[in-house]
């Protein structure tokens, strides 16, 4: 994919972002088979452009997990109602973490929002058509942990389960609400695919999270064995690069190497970055000689004739890619003084990838 196409494809995902509702939210309501990625675009108050995701293959936990187990089914206990309005996570961390996963399955995406919520996506790697994956979602605003704690709350008897102590919705999602134009099917029909399971786990009062297992012939015994082995995670998830202080990034890997892109405020300007550590070719018009410039003491190309970008080569496999709001609105001046500002991690990389 060349930069021209990572930058429209940015755009488009920065224009579906709709407030007050946030990726989070949308998050939320019971996926599809065909979906993509909740956090498609990063959230960020004041940016109005984005970069698009690289899709990428990334290792799995690997701390000991706990002995599956099949739940305990509460056909007349009623989740804890206690309130969620003082429920927060520390939004610079992970939150919670799985400590088992099904063989096979590795993790390749991290989507952070503004307010520190993550949706984090491992998938199987088997060749299926229709693969196994995983997408785990710890929202951390307040609406969105009031939504899933209603779920929990108003769920079907034979869909409370008690997961490590706690009432758990534990649902197949796997029919159709609403069929798409053309679609025959009435609702409720199976989508024609292997099952799946949400389920919205409450691992301590007043947090939830919730998490979708897709694709699998065991899904439901192997969610409720993900639930019960989820974990308090402090990791941190900031990003190796970002402009402006923003937290929000979407990161993975792909059979080149590791990628990360985010967006931020630079002096009243949205600017994107995008640190990797492969080279995106071509950058821009391949038909425009770029201008050697120097930026970060390391060499770097300049190439204005498609709205202005700048790659930094601080390394041999470490790249940084900036460019600004739109078509010939930035200087090579202007896009030197944003990579100059740019944070960098000391140590630049994704300690979670796996080759």
């Known amino acids: ?32 088979k065909s979906r993509k990625p909740v956090f498609l675009a990063v959230a960020a108050a004041t940016a109005a452009v984005a970069v698009a995701v690289v899709a990428t293959t990334i290792g799995r936990p690997s701390a000991g997990a706990p002995p599956a187990g099949p739940g305990s089914v509460l056909p007349t206990t009623s989740p804890d109602a206690s309130p969620t309005t003082a429920a927060s996570f520390d939004p610079f961390t992970l939150g919670y973490s799985p400590s088992w996963l099904p063989d096979g399955l590795t993790e ?14 491992w998938k199987h790697d088997g060749g299926q058509v229709v693969a196994p994956s995983l997408e785990l979602v710890v929202p951390k605003d307040a609406e969105a942990q009031e939504l ?40 409720g029909a199976p989508d024609g695919t292997p099952p799946d399971t949400r389920v919205v786990l409450n691992p301590e009062p007043g947090r939830y999270l919730q998490f979708t297992l897709s694709n699998t012939a065991d899904a439901r015994a192997e969610a409720i064995r993900i639930a019960e082995s989820m974990r308090p995670d402090p990791t941190s998830l900031r990003g190796p690069v970002s402009v402006g202080g923003e937290v929000a990034h979407q990161a993975g890997v792909n059979g080149l190497g590791w990628h990360v892109s985010t967006t931020g405020v630079v002096g009243g300007v949205t600017y994107g970055a995008n640190l990797s550590s492969y080279v995106d070719e071509p950058i821009g018009n391949p038909g425009v000689a770029p201008v050697a410039v120097t930026a970060r ?59």
């Open 1 to 32: 994919m060349d930069t021209e196409d990572l930058i429209e494809d940015a755009l488009r995902l920065r224009a579906d972002q709709a407030p007050p509702e946030g990726a989070v939210l949308a998050a939320l309501h019971r996926p599809r």
């Open 108 to 121: 390749r995406n991290r989507f952070v929002d503004a307010t520190g919520g993550v949706q984090r996506v």
């Open 148 to 187: 899933l704690h209603r779920q929990v709350r108003d769920a079907a008897a034979a869909d409370q389960v008690v997961i490590n102590g706690r009432t758990a919705l534990v649902a197949d999602p796997a029919t159709l609400v609403t069929p798409l134009p053309g679609d025959t099917r009435e609702p």
């Open 297 to 355: 003491g390391a060499s770097a190309e300049y190439l204005g004739e498609r709205g202005g970008y700048l790659r930094v080569d601080l390394g041999p496999d470490l790249h940084l890619l900036v460019f600004g709001p739109g078509p010939g609105t930035t200087s090579a001046q202007d896009l030197v003084a944003v990579a100059e500002a740019v944070v960098l991690d000391p140590d630049p990389g994704l300690p979670w990838a796996t080759p």
